[in-house]
């Protein structure tokens, strides 16, 4: 499986609640749409052993491959997450930072 990681930051305290409405109820049903979309797993991250977190949300997506991250990347459903990501940045003031790779599972590949 071909994965991208999106790291949001914190929203500030007085904004939590309409970040969350927008990010649940708009942002995700549209990263749900995107074409060829295999796995969308969303975490509200919290520290480890009590430290502070690093982010403040994780999305995890998968695709069967690069080829067809590639291929969605084409359409409109695309462009629409993409717009959305940016007005969330803007209107809320939090980060957005993305990663992507190929998923190895260790456990079979010992």
């Known amino acids: 499986m071909y994965k991208i990681f999106a790291y949001w930051g914190a929203p500030k ?33 919290e520290g480890f052993e009590g430290a502070d977190g690093l982010h ?7 695709w069967d491959s690069k080829e067809a991250l590639d291929e ?9 997450l993409r717009a959305d990501a940016g007005q969330m940045v803007e209107r809320f003031g939090v980060t957005l930072e993305n990663e992507m ?10």
């Open 13 to 45: 305290p007085e904004d939590v609640d309409a970040f969350e409405e927008h990010y649940l109820n708009v942002h995700c049903p549209i990263a749900a749409s995107v074409p060829g979309i295999r796995r969308l797993i969303l975490t509200r991250a």
């Open 56 to 62: 403040y949300r994780v999305a995890e997506l998968g």
């Open 101 to 110: 790779g190929e998923e190895v599972n260790a456990l079979v590949a010992r």
């Open 72 to 80: 969605c990347e084409q359409s409109e459903e695309w462009a629409a």
